[in-house]
């Protein structure tokens, strides 16, 4: 895991420093780890070149990136300071398939912003630094895209109408029910103009990328919530290597301690369902690059 703190105190563009890098055993492996975290936010351009001795790497913050809002799998930050509310949030989000970041303040919320790219933003009002209304304009600002739901108990018409022209696309006041909160977020991804975008196939795999859901020879098929994420990410770049800085910042949260190995064993848990499903796709592996996902190649007749 990447410490908040760090995050928020890295922000170079331009320059480039050299870092010291353990020689080896664990706690090389554990270096490697945590500049590969680095790499993973958005907001951090980074290319890590590790010395051929070992002993020494470059880490590199001027490398423009060119990652689209739309390209990556669904990522969704909460701006709730009600630790009890925030958590059946969160959890019935993640049920979903979701990335699910999560804070309780306007500062935090604006670290976080800077980091990584989100889909969504669930934004309360009344947080202990300010009204969460004034982050509106800096989410426009840095995130276009980016969708902006408000879940706050300032349920007046006025108050509605003041977060509506600030720039939010929904206003949801407290209490809530939840799956109507998962029905309005799934509405606002859809394309604009109320446009689904195709399913995409793949051999005998086809996935919708605006419910979410994935079948198989026109079944239905479930995954586990990593899976499912995992999957997406693959098939929105169906026939292209994804980097495993990008799948790392797509499956999992910012506050989840991840070990080093842990996209790897996921990776094989998923190719495993997809040949035990019949689905005619597999999951190439790029050394030291990543992962693609492709059309099974027929056998050639001897």
């Given at each position: 895991?990447?410490?908040?703190?760090?995050?928020?105190?890295?922000?170079?563009?331009?320059?480039?420093?050299?870092?010291?890098?353990?020689?080896?055993?664990?706690?090389?492996s554990?270096?490697?780890?945590?500049?590969?975290?680095?790499?993973?936010?958005?907001?951090?351009?980074?290319?890590?070149?590790?010395?051929?001795?070992?002993?020494?790497g470059?880490?590199?913050?001027?490398?423009k990136?060119?990652?689209?809002?739309?390209?990556?799998?669904m990522?969704i930050?909460?701006?709730?300071?009600?630790?009890?509310?925030?958590?059946?949030?969160?959890?019935?989000?993640?049920?979903?398939?979701?990335?699910?970041?999560?804070?309780?303040?306007?500062?935090?919320?604006?670290?976080?912003?800077?980091?990584?790219?989100?889909?969504?933003?669930?934004?309360d009002?009344?947080?202990?630094?300010?009204?969460?209304?004034?982050?509106?304009s800096?989410?426009?600002?840095?995130?276009?895209?980016?969708?902006?739901?408000?879940?706050?108990?300032?349920?007046?018409?006025?108050?509605?109408?003041?977060?509506?022209?600030?720039?939010?696309?929904?206003?949801?006041?407290?209490?809530?029910?939840?799956?109507?909160?998962?029905?309005?977020?799934?509405?606002?991804?859809?394309?604009?103009?109320?446009?689904?975008?195709?399913?995409?196939?793949?051999?005998?795999?086809?996935?919708?990328?605006?419910?979410?859901?994935?079948?198989?020879?026109?079944?239905?098929?479930?995954f586990?919530?990593?899976?499912?994420?995992?999957?997406?990410?693959?098939?929105?770049?169906?026939?292209?290597?994804?980097?495993?800085?990008?799948?790392?910042?797509?499956?999992?949260?910012?506050?989840?301690?991840?070990?080093?190995?842990?996209?790897?064993?996921?990776?094989?848990r998923?190719?495993?369902?997809?040949?035990?499903?019949?689905?005619?796709?597999?999951?190439?592996?790029?050394?030291?690059?990543?992962?693609?996902?492709?059309?099974?190649?027929?056998?050639?007749?001897?």
């Open positions: 895991m990447v410490p908040r703190k760090l995050r928020g105190k890295v922000r170079s563009k331009k320059a480039a420093t050299v870092v010291k890098a353990p020689q080896s055993g664990r706690s090389s554990w270096f490697d780890f945590l500049v590969q975290r680095l790499c993973a936010c958005k907001r951090l351009p980074l290319r890590y070149q590790m010395a051929r001795d070992g002993t020494f470059t880490l590199a913050l001027n490398v990136r060119t990652d689209q809002l739309g390209a990556a799998p990522r930050l909460l701006v709730e300071d009600h630790v009890e509310l925030a958590s059946r949030i969160a959890k019935r989000i993640k049920r979903e398939g979701f990335v699910v970041d999560h804070v309780e303040t306007i500062e935090g919320a604006a670290c976080a912003i800077d980091d990584c790219r989100y889909s969504v933003t669930l934004l009002r009344k947080l202990p630094d300010g009204d969460g209304l004034s982050l509106v800096c989410i426009r600002e840095k995130q276009p895209g980016s969708r902006i739901l408000m879940l706050t108990a300032l349920d007046a018409i006025d108050n509605r109408i003041e977060g509506l022209n600030a720039g939010a696309d929904e206003y949801l006041t407290k209490p809530f029910n939840l799956d109507e909160m998962m029905a309005r977020i799934r509405a606002h991804l859809r394309r604009p103009g109320g446009e689904r975008a195709p399913p995409v196939e793949i051999g005998a795999l086809s996935f919708d990328l605006d419910a979410r859901t994935a079948s198989v020879a026109n079944r239905p098929v479930l586990l919530r990593r899976e499912l994420a995992l999957l997406e990410a693959l098939v929105r770049r169906a026939g292209r290597v994804v980097s495993r800085e990008t799948l790392i910042s797509g499956i999992y949260d910012l506050d989840e301690e991840i070990q080093p190995h842990s996209l790897t064993t996921l990776v094989s998923l190719r495993a369902r997809l040949l035990e499903l019949n689905a005619g796709v597999e999951i190439h592996s790029a050394r030291g690059l990543g992962y693609m996902i492709a059309k099974t190649k027929a056998k050639a007749k001897t």
